[in-house]
């Protein structure tokens, strides 16, 4: 249930400034190309068998978007990555049999209003 636009939709001027690929987008882009991404943090996961990768699951107001995290990265960004309600994520695009996801290489916090919580380690 909503009472009105996504928070991400508030800034998308702003994200576009920015160089944010919008979550619809990220299909068309090709395999391998750097992108930035942002949104909220929907679901943290870190599977004991991951080997320490992290996976996110994100949203803006244009569809949800997955994040890889590999233990170096998570190890320089934890603080964001398991603190902050919105992220801004600079990666490698992975497009394989229809499955997209970043590989993420810097993570930032967004600041961006109020945020539900998000469903992290289940």
């Known amino acids: 249930m909503t009472v009105g636009k996504h928070p991400m939709a508030w800034r998308r001027i702003e994200m576009n400034a920015l160089g944010v690929v919008p979550a619809m987008h990220l299909g068309s882009i090709r395999n391998g190309a ?6 909220s943090v929907v679901v943290r996961q870190r599977p004991g068998t991951a080997k320490g990768f992290v996976f996110l699951s994100m949203e803006d107001e244009t569809g949800m978007m997955n994040a890889i995290i590999n233990p170096a990265t998570f190890d320089r960004f934890k603080f964001e990555v398991l603190g902050e309600p919105y992220l801004i994520i600079d990666g490698v695009l992975q497009n394989q049999d229809g499955v997209i996801s970043v590989k993420a290489g810097r993570v930032a916090a967004l600041r961006a209003g109020a945020a539900a919580e998000s469903h992290d380690f289940h």
């Open 34 to 39: 750097v992108v930035r991404i942002a949104g």
